[in-house]
Every structure is written in C-alpha cells, then in structure tokens.
C-alpha cells in the first residue's frame, strides 16, 4: 500500500499507563465500560493489490493528524480515518454504541448491516495480539466476543469488540480485516470515525494488508528482481582475519517475478552458512586441522 504524505503527526501513541488524574479517571471509566461489555448477553453483542490511499489534513474534521477515507463493510461504506502511526489497532464508533460515542461526520458502521462482518472469539490468535497492538490486555465478552482496550497518552481511549469485515481502499478491498468496533470511545478524535493504526505489530493495517509471503523464513524482501537491484558489498568475517566476499546471487533470491528477498534469517544458536552463501564456491574441508575453506570459480 502507498501513503502519500511527507509528515504525519502522531499525538495517539500509545501508552501502557496513564499518569494524570484526569487520566485515572479515564482509565476507570474504561475499566467500566469493558465490564459492561463483559455482562452483555448474546443479543446484546454488537453482532492484494496496490492501493494509493490519499492522506488530507484533518483540521475540518477537528483534529491535527492527517486523515484519510477507508471503506469497510459489504457493501463497503466511507468513514473519516484519522492516521496514526505511533499505534497499531485500526478501530471505528460502532453501532450501538452501547456506552458514548462522539460526534462524527457521516453515519456510525452498523456492523450487522454488512454481509462480510463476523465477531472475533476470544480463543483466536487475533484476541492474543490485542496485547501486543494496545499494550493493554484483551477482555472476553459472556458471549466469547474479544473485547479491545485501547488507550493513548493524550488519555484519549477506545473501548469495544473485536471483529472482522472487509476493508477497501478506491477499487480494492481485502476480505477478513481485524478491527476494534468501538463501544466508548472519548478524547481528541474531532468528527472522525475512529483510527487507523500503522504501527508495527501483527494487527496493524498495514501488517494485515500486506501480500502474504510461501518465502518461509526469509524477512527482508524488495520490490523487483535480483538482476535489477542494487546490492552493497557483503562479506562473512571469520576469526584469524579470513573474508568470504559474497557476490548480488549470494545475497538475493527472487521468490516471484517481482520480489526478491535478502537470504539471510535469525538463528537462535549456532549459526549457518546456507547453501545460498555456498554457490558458486569450492569449499574445503581441512578436518585433521579443523579448519575450512572457500575458493570463488568453483562452479558457474
């Protein structure tokens, strides 16, 4: 996905506690709210490609974060998103808004009008992550709905069930997109809908949008092809002063025909030269000294 903005203010970040009074009383106010949730019955429970997503200013909508317009739901509907990078959580006001919603430009998502939404139980590995994304602990609902909490250090905070729906960006939408549908929702958030969440965790819109990676434990991948990028000198440093100088096809493999990922990965004991490294060299085994060797031009 493609962002286009140079800055984005990000006042939201998040924070695992809250100092002041004011925010105590926040943070006992939401304490309040997820237990009113937690008691809420069954039928009270609020039942791949490339996307140029613009960013605007959002001082008409009363904040001073950049905004933007998401689509959510089937059939999709726009809501006012404010940008946020310093969090992780994408949530909205959601209809019935069982504790406080604040005033917002356009209607508030009615969950059960969308044909793609489905709530988020609380044994899925999304509600374990909650932790993770809001720095507070996930609740669970008597009718096993995940319940979010997220808090921010302006004591702004968001309360409310876990779902899941179908995004959409313009013309491109993704279907089973994890999202909190707010349920008490106070603090600096102007007239929009709710936030959007860029941090880095793996509930984050951005985490969740991005193509699926079949390149198994290979973490650092790149537009393009290996032949087209690039690359710094590499070398692997062993003790006694010896140098393995590595050429581009030791470091990138093209996993499709448009990504190529660095072949490199995190080993959580012993470390090991892959077979990758090893192309195009002869190695040579001094086993009565205990010693090994690499010579270039082996193979071609």
């Not at 006042?11 to 006992?28: K, V």
């Not at 949008?209 to 092809?225: H, N």
């Not at 060299?281 to 690499?294: A, E, L, T």
Request: net charge neutral.
């Amino acid at each position: 996905m493609l962002l286009y903005a140079l800055l984005v203010q990000t006042p939201f970040t998040q924070c695992p506690s809250l100092a002041s009074s004011q925010a105590n009383n926040d943070a006992y106010r939401a304490a309040v709210t997820v237990a009113s949730l937690y008691r809420a019955n069954d039928d009270d429970a609020v039942d791949g490609s490339l996307a140029s997503v613009p960013l605007t200013p959002g001082t008409s909508y009363g904040v001073d974060n950049y905004v933007t317009r998401m689509g959510l739901g089937t059939p999709a509907k726009p809501y006012i998103m404010v940008v946020d990078t310093g969090s992780s959580l994408t949530w909205l006001q959601c209809s019935p808004c069982r504790v406080s919603c604040h005033r917002q430009s356009g209607p508030v998502f009615d969950p059960k009008m969308s044909s793609s939404y489905a709530a988020v139980s609380c044994s899925t590995p999304q509600c374990n992550d909650l932790s993770t994304a809001t720095l507070n602990p996930a609740a669970c609902s008597s009718s096993d709905v995940c319940i979010y909490q997220a808090s921010y250090g302006d004591s702004s905070f968001s309360v409310g069930y876990l779902n899941k729906d179908t995004v959409s960006f313009g013309s491109n939408s993704v279907p089973n997109f994890y999202y909190g549908c707010g349920q008490d929702n106070e603090g600096l958030f102007g007239r929009s809908a709710g936030l959007m969440g860029l941090a880095r965790s793996k509930l984050s819109l951005l985490y969740q949008l991005a193509p699926t990676l079949g390149y198994s434990i290979l973490e650092t991948c790149f537009v393009g092809q290996a032949s087209s990028l690039r690359v710094p000198a590499v070398s692997m440093a062993f003790s006694g002063g010896a140098a393995l100088k590595l050429s581009a096809q030791n470091l990138l493999v093209d996993v499709d025909s448009s990504t190529t990922c660095l072949v490199f990965a995190p080993a959580r004991s012993a470390a090991i030269i892959g077979n990758t490294q090893q192309q195009t060299f002869s190695v040579v085994y001094d086993v009565k000294s205990n010693r090994i060797g690499f010579a270039a031009g082996g193979c071609k």
